[in-house]
């Protein structure tokens, strides 16, 4: 049970170890200029794998819940599935329902583990295997495995490495289902991870510059941190802090932007309608001078 690409690894190790009996995604949602209904990462991953696809809008339907039942299934697997799951669902399988949770439980319960772990400029997340429950993400710890997050790493390259990660430990935790003890999360420590707000994506160049640069690696590549240029919207895609004292917002050299401490030296950006560049392939096509203020 998943849908985005985040889910993928994990569906084709799986339908590589074990049988699957169904795979459940969300419905195909309206997309590109057409807005014709786009099958999502997941539902494409199963059709190539020849696998029984379902997708109901919801699962709060009774006559859903008994078509799950019927499939006997010893164990579902679920990963960034993003419906809820009522709680007749969540005791049909044998052995329950399993998720794949990209963080170190209970830290970042929620929606956007991912980004928030790189906003908040932790050294760490990691993967766990947890046993499902009506809580959001309060079930018990089934495994767990931790990966450093590194100094200049983006939420899109620490997604592909947990994902990876995610299909490698689900398998173990299938293996050895019977041996392990599920450990209940303490609730000292626990953080929500709330769903990313588009608001959030604009640069406020008053906040320190290691603060802005976290958020411009948290929110690559979606939906990417965005600051007014006088030649239109600039997404910032990786970043890092320096050395640098100027107006909040302004141009100190190249792609190095004063903020309300230090500095943050842009490494790779994208133009409206453009591919993404490293800073100084598109400062050859962009004129921004010391001394120019982006809002």
């Known amino acids: 049970m998943g849908t ?3 889910a993928v690894p994990a569906l084709r190790a799986l339908a590589a170890a074990h049988d699957i009996v169904a795979v459940y995604c969300q419905p195909p949602r309206a997309a590109g200029r057409g807005k014709q209904p786009r099958p999502s990462p997941v539902q494409r991953a199963a059709a190539d794998l020849g696998l029984t696809v379902r997708y109901p809008v919801n699962l709060k339907d ?3 819940q008994a078509a799950f039942a019927a499939l006997g299934a010893d164990v579902a697997v679920v990963v960034a599935y993003g419906l809820i799951l009522p709680q007749p669902v969540l ?24 980004h928030r772990a790189v906003m908040a400029g ?4 990691g993967i766990s295997i947890m046993r499902m429950e009506a ?7 089934l495994l767990h495995e931790a ?19 995610g299909a490698r430990l689900i398998l173990r935790a299938l293996d050895r289902l019977p041996d392990l003890r599920p450990e209940p999360q303490p609730e000292a420590g626990a953080t929500y991870a709330a769903k990313i707000d588009k608001a959030e994506a604009r640069i406020d160049w008053t906040q320190p510059a290691e603060a802005v640069a976290r958020r411009i690696r948290g929110l ?8 007014a240029t006088p ?9 890092r802090a320096v050395a640098g004292q100027g107006a909040p917002g302004e141009v100190l050299s190249g792609l190095t932007i004063a903020c309300g401490a230090g500095a943050v030296a842009i490494t790779e950006a994208q133009r409206e309608g453009r591919r993404p560049m490293p800073a100084g392939e598109l400062l050859r096509g962009l004129d921004l001078p010391p001394g120019t203020r982006l809002e």
């Open 122 to 125: 932790d050294a760490e997340t």
């Open 147 to 165: 990966t450093p997050i590194g100094p200049e790493e983006t939420t899109g390259e620490l997604h592909d490495r947990l994902a990876a990660i």
């Open 4 to 6: 985005p690409d985040f």
């Open 220 to 227: 690559s590549p979606f939906p990417g941190a965005w600051v």
């Open 62 to 64: 009774p006559a859903e």
């Open 91 to 114: 005791d049909a399988p044998l052995w329950g329902c399993l998720n794949i949770h990209a963080s170190l439980l209970p830290r970042w319960r929620g929606a956007a583990p991912i």
């Open 135 to 141: 809580g959001l993400d309060t079930g018990p710890v």
């Open 231 to 239: 030649a239109g919207r600039l997404k910032l895609l990786n970043a």
